[in-house]
């Protein structure tokens, strides 16, 4: 273990969380050499500190208007010191990113806003041969075997959170979904059954998410943490932390860790057979299950609160998936993973994956130097026309070749688990519950949309501002 991690049994985990928030930057690593603006594409002239708050908290408005101004690529600058971040919105060029050499298209870098809360061992921030060794240990638990294994922990966790529902009720689905899916990184993935650490945890995990993009400026501005909001962020980090690592000691020493069936208990048994000590250690367990809490959390919950929010504003389309929910075979769930892949469509949760460049490199026939981050624009890809046929329309057929007799959007059009070498390892477990968790609640309820919504962004995702309101009425 790199470092001794301690809390009520006496061994001191602060030191740790501390460490993870010393002098990040939002995006591109810690150190770059300053790139002139003349070897990049055109991008707004603006100070850096608005182009960021622009990005991050305006990304519904900023990147059609950056399309729209000009092209194809653009530079945004961000902070600290007008770090370069060039976008695009071909699909060729986003195969040719997603294609592109890992060795020279570093997405950890990239990711680094994420690094303070998910830490050094993340999948998402490592790169090279450290990223190829953790997703090597880490697969196998998110493979076809184990998410089968999986799909009853979720269905017995949904049906225990949507049954209680009061017939005729008005609900934000969004604030169902999140304590929904909430349960199941606890109890499915953490593998955490004791009801004193389920309530522990609960709030921990649910302020490490509910936070407003301004706080992750703090990671660029060490000075800040000192401060209301940033202060509160990282005591939060240091509590989560102690209880999370308190409950990986005492799954380690569990007697049947090798019969149970949680995603916890399969890393810490995943490793290659013929070397032994090759594991991975509790630093790298903590960083691991945290990446899964925030890519796989509120993720799930938005995708799911806007598929619901959709069935509930077209009633043909939710007897369609009524009628999936209730057979409940191969043919029903693919109706519903199909019903959740447009949801994350036509409201991407994301807004672009982004790698940077280790040396120079060429890319949309753009020669563009070492340091730059590039990236496709998840916003962008899902809104046009030459992609997605009348883009504005939800329609899960889209998806089902066999019903719209056209070719399935291929995996540099529709982005939302990013693609290439790094796609995200959780893809299948999302689709998997999302799919199961509507399974549970259309053969329930019948669901009718209150009032129209829209995005906002919480922390880097977008959720719908009015949490995307819906009535449930007890089926005949």
């Not at 995006?27 to 960021?52: K, M």
Request: charged share 25%; net charge neutral; glycine share 8%.
């Amino acid at each position: 273990m790199t470092a001794e991690i301690a809390d009520e049994t006496g061994v001191d985990t602060r030191p740790l969380t501390m460490k993870r928030f010393q002098g990040r930057s939002i995006i591109g690593g810690q150190h770059q050499e300053p790139i002139r603006r003349g070897a990049l594409p055109p991008g707004p002239r603006w100070p850096a500190l608005v182009q960021t708050v622009a990005l991050m908290r305006f990304r519904h408005q900023f990147h059609p208007y950056l399309h729209r101004k000009y092209g194809e690529a653009y530079t945004v600058r961000l902070i600290p010191g007008g770090r370069p971040l060039v976008l695009f919105t071909h699909p060729d060029v986003t195969k040719e990113i997603f294609a592109a050499d890992p060795a020279v298209f570093h997405a950890g870098k990239g990711n680094a806003v994420l690094g303070p809360i998910m830490g050094q061992h993340s999948l998402l921030l490592q790169d090279g041969a450290g990223h190829h060794r953790a997703r090597k240990l880490v697969m196998p638990a998110f493979l076809g075997h184990a998410l089968r294994g999986y799909r009853a922990m979720v269905a017995e966790v949904a049906t225990d959170a949507v049954q209680g529902w009061a017939d005729g009720e008005e609900i934000e689905s969004l604030d169902r979904m999140n304590a929904l899916t909430l349960e199941v990184i606890l109890r499915v993935v953490f593998g955490v059954t004791d009801e004193q650490r389920l309530a522990e945890l609960r709030p921990r995990v649910t302020a490490t998410v509910d936070i407003n993009p301004a706080i992750l400026l703090g990671w660029a501005y060490p000075w800040l943490q000192r401060f209301g909001p940033w202060r509160r962020t990282i005591e939060n980090q240091v509590e989560l932390d102690r209880l999370m690592y308190a409950e990986i000691r005492e799954r380690r020493a569990a007697t049947d860790l090798a019969e149970r069936k949680d995603v916890l208990s399969r890393l810490m048994t995943a490793g290659d057979p013929d070397l032994p000590g090759d594991r991975l250690d509790d630093t790298e367990l903590r960083d691991q299950l945290v990446t899964l809490l925030l890519a796989g959390h509120e993720t799930t919950a938005s995708a799911l609160s806007w598929a619901l929010y959709e069935l509930g504003r077209d009633a043909d389309l939710l007897a369609r998936s009524q009628q999936a929910a209730d057979a409940g075979d191969p043919e029903g769930l693919a109706w519903l993973e199909a019903v959740l892949k447009e949801s994350m469509r036509l409201h991407p949760i994301i807004p672009m994956v982004v790698r940077t460049l280790m040396e120079p490199a060429t890319v949309g026939g753009l020669d563009l130097p070492r340091g730059t981050t590039v990236g496709p624009s998840i916003l962008m890809s899902h809104q046009q026309d030459r992609n997605f046929p009348e883009p504005e329309v939800f329609r899960p057929e889209r998806f089902l070749p066999e019903l719209s007799g056209a070719e399935a959007p291929s995996l540099h059009v529709w982005i939302p688990f990013g693609g290439g070498v790094r796609r995200c390892i959780g893809a299948g477990f999302s689709l998997m519950e999302g799919a199961e968790v509507l399974r549970q609640v259309l053969t329930r309820y019948d669901v009718a949309t209150v009032g129209d919504d829209v995005p906002r962004v919480r922390n880097i995702t977008s959720v719908p501002r009015r949490g995307a309101r819906i009535r449930v009425r007890r089926r005949g």
